[in-house]
């Protein structure tokens, strides 16, 4: 099983990203697909989640009306688009899939930073 991310970077308050979590070795189409983030010295916060229906589920206040999920089940594959950025967003962004069926079964990618600095 491999989830790998990628997209991440510096950029300037008010710009954007957009993140990508390129998945293997699962049927991607039978798991939720979220994404994570966790700024130094504060625990990992959930601020995206889509369902395998494609489903999303309300985005926490920090992020909503400037983050989308989205997911490409023929390429399994899940995005994260960041506009607006602020630095408060920066952190390492990791991506985690659930099994639709069994949330304990889930996997973890390594992360990517995103830094929001001018």
């Known amino acids: 099983v491999q989830l790998v991310e990628s997209g991440g970077g510096l950029v300037q308050p008010g710009g954007s990203l957009r993140l990508s979590c390129v998945t293997s070795?699962?049927?991607?189409?039978?798991?939720?697909m979220s994404w994570y983030r966790q700024a130094p010295g504060k625990e990992r916060e959930l601020v995206a989640f889509i369902f395998s229906t494609g489903v999303r589920r309300n985005y926490p206040d920090s992020v909503k009306g400037r983050f989308t999920i989205s997911r490409d089940n023929a390429k399994s594959t899940v995005y994260l688009q960041m506009n607006s950025l602020k630095p408060e967003d920066t952190a390492v962004y990791y991506c985690n899939a659930k099994l639709a069926i069994d949330w304990s079964r889930d996997y973890w990618g390594q992360g990517t930073q995103v830094t929001v600095s001018s």
């Open positions: 070795g699962f049927t991607f189409s039978s798991y939720h």
